[in-house]
């Protein structure tokens, strides 16, 4: 393998850690040994440290410190809210759950859960930019309808949805708005006021903060079961001693992308388009995915004709380019992108399509990298194909 080059575009998998959040995550550690739990001074500073990262959480998302609960993941964050919710509804009745097709597994699953205990769910269409219209959800409202989980910005192609639209809709006829933000808190002004929703779940690991931690915001008033039972941490909704450093490194990750949110989004939008526009230009037959003009500005999906992404992604592996595809194998057969099935693509454009997600460290030269290396790898591949054909 050759390892000279590497070039990690795939931030939406995971981002690397800023120094400074490296920085405090290992100052907590060494200097902070007290359970945040306990009343001795030990405690009560390692309580501070969990109260610090709750402003600059609650701050990211204009929300109030209180309203923002720790948990140890996005995954989580969805499972807490999506299962608290609709443990909360049952007693009402109100048991039947709206969410869309584009979804990430975290929700999608927790929902397939929550069926088999009895709960009704609708999974709405998207259109072919990924965008759930507003009327659409409206339509597929009733009476029984109590929670309703549209995402704030798509993992696979970026796609952002109209939330304070669609949660307008939802408070309409009094059901509850989840948004799974774990692609979009850190990467687009958020405020959870202005957007009108209940409960947002983000994930530290997406901008910059240790992996194994994330927050849900919870909306004062809004009723959820707590999922984790114990203890009486993060006011009787999450038990469990909280990860204190992974958590104080959340505050500082938070707190960074605030502060370069806008400058970020500019400069990583920019990179973003010279790639498209590069990749368009010199490699036939491919096509993007998403809505060019609603996307988070890090991300960009192509379909390359004729070729099995995973094969791609290999090759390009084999270059030191890490990207990623929504394809999932799956007993030995590559499973098509759910995401790209539900926005009305044919199997083959779900295998064929490639995820570029970049971030604060992407340089303009491994753009050009990436723009030069692809037309020769793709040109092989899909000459192999070629002869695979001939030869069946
Ligand atoms: N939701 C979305 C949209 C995601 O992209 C991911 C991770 O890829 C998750 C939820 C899960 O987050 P975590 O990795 O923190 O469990």
Same mark, same amino acid.
């Given at each position: 393998?050759?390892?000279?080059?590497?070039?990690?575009?795939?931030?939406?998998?995971?981002?690397?850690?800023?120094?400074?959040?490296?920085?405090?995550?290992?100052?907590?550690?060494?200097?902070?040994?007290?359970?945040?739990?306990?009343?001795?001074?030990? +405690?009560?500073?390692?309580?501070?440290?969990? @109260?610090?990262?709750?402003?600059?959480?609650?701050?990211?998302?204009?929300?109030?410190?209180?309203?923002?609960?720790?948990?140890?993941?996005?995954?989580?964050?969805?499972?807490?809210?999506?299962?608290?919710?609709?443990?909360?509804?049952?007693?009402?009745?109100?048991?039947?759950?709206?969410?869309? +097709?584009?979804?990430?597994?975290?929700?999608?699953?927790?929902?397939?859960?929550?069926?088999?205990?009895?709960?009704?769910?609708?999974?709405?269409?998207?259109?072919?930019?990924?965008?759930?219209?507003?009327?659409?959800?409206?339509?597929?409202?009733?009476?029984?309808?109590?929670?309703?989980?549209?995402?704030?910005?798509?993992?696979?192609?970026?796609?952002?949805?109209?939330?304070?639209?669609?949660?307008?809709?939802?408070?309409?006829?009094?059901?509850?708005?989840?948004?799974?933000?774990?692609?979009?808190?850190?990467?687009?002004?958020?405020?959870?006021?202005?957007?009108?929703?209940?409960?947002?779940?983000?994930?530290?690991?997406?901008?910059?903060?240790?992996?194994?931690?994330?927050?849900?915001?919870?909306?004062?008033?809004?009723?959820?079961?707590?999922?984790?039972?114990? +203890?009486?941490?993060?006011?009787?909704?999450?038990?469990?001693?909280?990860?204190?450093?992974?958590?104080?490194?959340?505050?500082?990750?938070?707190?960074?992308?605030?502060?370069?949110?806008?400058?970020?989004?500019?400069?990583?939008?920019?990179?973003? @388009?010279?790639?498209?526009?590069?990749?368009?230009?010199?490699?036939?037959?491919?096509?993007?995915?998403? @809505?060019?003009?609603?996307?988070?500005?890090?991300?960009?999906?192509?379909?390359?004709?004729?070729?099995?992404?995973?094969?791609?992604?290999?090759?390009?592996?084999?270059?030191?380019?890490?990207?990623?595809?929504?394809?999932?194998?799956?007993?030995?057969?590559?499973?098509?992108?759910?995401?790209?099935?539900?926005?009305?693509?044919?199997?083959?454009?779900?295998?064929?399509?490639?995820?570029?997600?970049?971030?604060?460290?992407?340089?303009?030269?491994?753009?050009?990298?990436?723009?030069?290396?692809?037309?020769?790898?793709?040109?092989?591949?899909?000459?192999?194909?070629?002869?695979?054909?001939?030869?069946?």
């Amino acid at each position: 393998m050759r390892t000279a080059v590497r070039i990690y575009l795939d931030y939406n998998a995971t981002a690397p850690v800023p120094t400074e959040v490296a920085a405090e995550v290992a100052r907590v550690l060494r200097e902070e040994p007290g359970n945040p739990s306990s009343v001795h001074a030990f +405690g009560q500073r390692a309580k501070a440290c969990l @109260d610090e990262a709750r402003q600059s959480v609650g701050a990211l998302i204009e929300a109030e410190p209180s309203e923002v609960v720790f948990t140890a993941s996005g995954t989580e964050a969805n499972n807490l809210a999506l299962r608290g919710a609709a443990e909360a509804l049952a007693v009402t009745g109100r048991r039947h759950i709206v969410t869309t +097709g584009i979804e990430h597994e975290a929700v999608l699953a927790t929902l397939k859960a929550l069926e088999r205990q009895g709960c009704t769910v609708t999974i709405l269409p998207v259109g072919e930019t990924g965008v759930l219209a507003p009327d659409v959800l409206a339509a597929a409202i009733t009476p029984e309808t109590g929670l309703v989980s549209v995402m704030t910005a798509n993992n696979e192609v970026g796609t952002i949805q109209p939330i304070a639209d669609l949660a307008a809709v939802a408070r309409s006829h009094r059901a509850i708005f989840h948004t799974d933000a774990v692609q979009a808190a850190g990467k687009l002004p958020l405020s959870v006021r202005l957007l009108g929703i209940d409960l947002l779940s983000l994930s530290g690991h997406k901008f910059g903060s240790p992996k194994g931690v994330g927050a849900l915001w919870i909306r004062r008033g809004v009723r959820l079961i707590a999922q984790m039972t114990g +203890g009486r941490q993060e006011r009787n909704r999450r038990a469990g001693t909280e990860n204190v450093s992974s958590i104080a490194g959340l505050g500082v990750a938070a707190r960074l992308a605030r502060e370069r949110l806008v400058t970020h989004a500019t400069s990583i939008g920019a990179l973003r @388009d010279h790639l498209e526009r590069g990749i368009l230009a010199a490699v036939p037959h491919v096509a993007v995915n998403g @809505d060019p003009a609603r996307r988070v500005a890090n991300t960009t999906n192509i379909s390359f004709d004729g070729i099995e992404a995973e094969s791609l992604l290999i090759a390009l592996d084999l270059e030191g380019i890490a990207v990623s595809t929504g394809s999932a194998c799956s007993s030995g057969s590559l499973e098509p992108s759910h995401v790209l099935k539900a926005m009305g693509f044919s199997n083959a454009r779900s295998r064929n399509s490639l995820r570029f997600s970049l971030g604060p460290s992407t340089k303009a030269e491994e753009v050009d990298a990436v723009i030069a290396t692809l037309p020769r790898l793709v040109t092989k591949l899909r000459g192999l194909g070629r002869t695979a054909g001939a030869v069946r």
